[in-house]
């Protein structure tokens, strides 16, 4: 079952690498010290809204890691990047999140559900920018991808910080997820491999205008259910923020390194409980988009059975649940944008019933006002927004 799970995400790379490589052939260029306070993290789930105190050294390294300061950058090259990133920055803003958060006012989308939430976002990897952007007053966020979450090496975490490396790569490391929404598993096991995805999560944060209060790693046991600090920074494999965000919303976000196949999460039964002790009295609110298909199979099922069983809202594209265990589930659908055909590389996974549902009730689909996503290649973005 693990072999099938990479062999289609290495299929998904190769599919990307190949319509995409004409984009990149000019494209630029473009680690941790624990704090010494360290969180306890809560099992219970209070009110988050309380004031976050800003942590200088961190918000400072995170803001510079976004390139949002460059007051010490002297390299030419580096500033050019900044600047590009800026550019790139400016334009995904106007053309893909400003119409979602639209859409989402427009179409009162959260309307519904109550003030206190917990996010869950599996197939992640360190995206909180779609995070937010669907869910921007969440109290919490959790986050989940195969890649390493972070370690003492990181560059939040520096007393010198020297981020010219870092942003001078950074257009390789957001190139896809600027263009089409979301990251590359075989790129980011390379580009993280040795700091994990905690900067890009800081530079996430700082580009959404938070405040940030707390910085730590985790090491999560399946053993016992429990986050600790980890004694090695070899062992950590979750990293946590505490942030305020502009509309001086206080939350938090976990990400975890997790392989989410039911033979990963058989190994690991108390997550999941812990992720809904973790949200408490809050509902549960999710997102999966470019999930790669995975939970079309037999062997992603507990994944997909805790979305369906227990979130009060979830949005996905139609590479998360497929449409017959959506309508099987008994949850409420509306349909969002238009729905013909898959890419090549996910032939199999072309849905019949989704296509006759968005063609037999076309007159009532609203179309979407941005454009994310696999079925960019053929022109198409789709969304099913679902309630329990």
């Not at 649940?321 to 996910?346: E, M, P, W």
Request: charge should be neutral; aromatic fraction near 12%; proline fraction near 4%.
């Amino acid at each position: 079952m693990k072999n099938n799970y990479h062999l289609v995400v290495i299929a998904t790379i190769v599919i990307f690498f190949l319509f995409s490589c004409h984009n990149t052939q000019n494209h630029s260029e473009p680690e941790m010290k624990p704090l010494q306070e360290t969180l306890t993290p809560s099992s219970t789930a209070g009110p988050t809204d309380e004031l976050v105190i800003k942590d200088e050294k961190l918000d400072k390294n995170a803001t510079v890691l976004a390139g949002l300061d460059t007051s010490n950058i002297s390299d030419t090259n580096t500033l050019k990047v900044v600047r590009k990133l800026n550019r790139i920055w400016t334009y995904k803003t106007q053309k893909i999140i400003q119409p979602i958060q639209q859409w989402m006012k427009d179409e009162h989308i959260n309307d519904s559900i109550a003030s206190e939430k917990l996010m869950f976002y599996p197939f992640s990897g360190p995206d909180f920018e779609f995070a937010n952007t669907f869910y921007p007053d969440a109290d919490e966020y959790i986050l989940c991808g195969l890649e390493r979450s972070g370690n003492d090496s990181s560059l939040i975490f520096s007393d010198k910080l020297q981020p010219d490396s870092f942003l001078i790569s950074a257009d390789q490391y957001f190139f896809y997820s600027n263009r089409f929404g979301f990251f590359r598993t075989l790129d980011m096991e390379k580009q993280f491999e040795k700091r994990g995805v905690i900067d890009i999560i800081a530079f996430y944060l700082k580009r959404a205008g938070a405040t940030i209060g707390m910085v730590n790693n985790f090491h999560w046991s399946p053993t016992t259910g429990e986050l600790t600090v980890p004694d090695t920074a070899r062992k950590a494999n979750v990293c946590y923020f505490k942030f305020q965000l502009p509309s001086g919303k206080s939350s938090s976000l976990y990400y975890f390194r997790k392989d989410l196949s039911d033979a990963g999460l058989g190994k690991d039964s108390l997550w999941l409980q812990w992720v809904k002790k973790e949200a408490g009295n809050k509902q549960i609110v999710s997102l999966t988009k470019s999930a790669s298909y995975l939970m079309h199979t037999t062997y992603f099922s507990i994944v997909r059975n805790f979305i369906l069983n227990h979130s009060s809202l979830h949005i996905q594209d139609d590479s998360g649940i497929d449409f017959a265990h959506l309508k099987n589930s008994g949850r409420k659908t509306t349909l969002y944008g238009s729905y013909s055909n898959v890419i090549s590389l996910f032939k199999n996974k072309f849905q019949p019933d989704l296509k006759e549902m968005y063609h037999s009730d076309s007159s009532h689909i609203k179309s979407l006002p941005f454009r994310i996503g696999y079925n960019l290649k053929i022109g198409e973005t789709n969304l099913q927004v679902t309630y329990r």
